[in-house]
C-alpha cells in the first residue's frame, strides 16, 4: 500500500495533471489517500510525482 499525499497546487497546470489527480482522489493541499500498488496507480504518481508525496505504508 501506498500513501499519497498532496504537496503543491496543480491549479496552474494543465487539464491532464488536473484529472490526473483528481483520479486518484485529491483535491486539497496536504490531503492524503492510501492506495494499493497497481500498475495504473503507479503511472498515475508517476505522471504527476512533482506534485506529491509517496509514502510505503504497511497494511
Do not use: D, F, H, W
Request: aromatic share 4%; net charge positive; no cysteine.
Amino acid at each position: 500500500m501506498i500513501k499519497v499525499t498532496l504537496v503543491k497546487s496543480p491549479s496552474n497546470e494543465v487539464k491532464t495533471v488536473k484529472a490526473t489527480v483528481e483520479a486518484l482522489g485529491l483535491k486539497k493541499i496536504r490531503q492524503y489517500k492510501i492506495l494499493e500498488e497497481t500498475p495504473a496507480n503507479l503511472g498515475q504518481i508517476n505522471k504527476i510525482s512533482y506534485l506529491l508525496k509517496v509514502e510505503k505504508v504497511e497494511e
